[in-house]
């Protein structure tokens, strides 16, 4: 197959990206992305030479792109991963969200349909979404497949409007297509905007650490390769017309988190312990903050067979050792856009 990846050289992209060059060899892939500060063809250095992985630098709101790509590559499916991701900058700024996420979706799905007019057999248009499209939960409960859509930031309910316009394709003009629903994901690679690799780089340059409001809020975090192996599985096996929840039974408050990695981090630093703790700062909180999200991914479990793998001490180990050992990589992406973002998102608080 011919498979169109966006946002490939984002985070979970550039993972699924290698997992598919790397486990599906006759399959060729081809990688759009427009490199935002998100994206980073550093994340992906070691697949230039691979004769199944192409790069398209380009922006998914641009139809004559979008057309000559689809033109030139003949693509059987698309697994659409482009977006603004990030909460906070949301919050600050929304109309990057609601062009990239909702009119670059649009443009998107109006390029698969009308290239695939009268041939949609087999074809796959598979849309990754997430969990926060559903609202915020309270101390009990998960979400599911049939959870009403309740979004409350700005990336949220961008992310929801363009999960509707999947749907709406699917129904109006028998686009096969598949959404799945997914938690927080960690791991390597990931932008240090978010909560993870953020604590972990202020812990290595002794930086304060800072925790919106009491730290309470949970979030199910889940491995970034049981993500991948989860997209894999639902594309070669999932039912278009379909979505699918992936959570990882895996829920922390942020306090607990952000706890249990100083301590990581100060066994792995030869620091004393509890050195680390002692900068976390309680900061002001992100206004309108989901208290809690959790996923019930019995669907994919009972119908597919996935599973999240067990060990999420060991992966948080070994996602910490993978920034410790790549500072450079940090360092590259906390420069220039990164310092200003940080001044203005945490001088304030
Ligand atoms: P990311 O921000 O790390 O990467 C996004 C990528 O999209 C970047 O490479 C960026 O250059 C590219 N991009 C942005 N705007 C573009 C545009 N207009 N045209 C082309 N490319 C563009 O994001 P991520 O964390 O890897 O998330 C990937 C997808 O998974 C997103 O759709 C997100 O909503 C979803 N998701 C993320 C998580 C998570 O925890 N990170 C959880 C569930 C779902
Ligand atoms: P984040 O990684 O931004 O993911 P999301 O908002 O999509 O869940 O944040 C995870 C949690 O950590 C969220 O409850 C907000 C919180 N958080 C902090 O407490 N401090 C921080 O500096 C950041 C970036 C997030």
Known sequence: MKIIITGGAGFIGSHLVRRWVNNHPGDVIINLDALTYAGNLGNLEDLVSCENYFFVKGDITDKDLLRAVFDTHKPDAVIHLAAESHVDRSISGPDAFIRTNVLGTAALLDTAVSCWKGAMEGKLFYHVSTDEVFGSLGPQG????????????????????????????????????????????????????????????????????????????????LWVEDHTRAID???????????????????????????????LMDEKLGRKPGESAQRVQHVTDRPGHDARYAIDFSRLHSELGWSPSPDFRAQLSHTIDWYLANDVWLQMVTSGEYMHYYQRHYSNR
């Not at 690799?197 to 650490?209: D, E, G, S, T």
């Not at 096996?237 to 942020?254: L, S, V």
């Open 142 to 221: 998960k979400f599911t497949e049939t959870s009403p859509y309740q979004p409350r930031s700005p990336y949220s309910a961008s992310k929801a409007a363009s999960d509707h316009l999947v749907h709406a394709y699917h129904h109006t003009y028998g686009l096969p297509a598949i959404v799945s629903h997914c938690s927080n994901n960690f791991g390597s690679h990931q932008f240090p905007e978010k909560l993870i690799p953020l604590v972990i780089n202020n812990i290595r340059h002794r930086k304060p650490i800072p925790v919106y409001g009491k730290g309470e809020n949970v979030r199910d975090w």
């Open 233 to 263: 599985l639902i594309f070669h096996e999932g039912r278009p017309g379909e979505t699918y929840c992936i959570g990882a039974n895996n829920e922390w408050k942020n306090i607990d988190l952000v706890l249990l990695i100083c301590t």
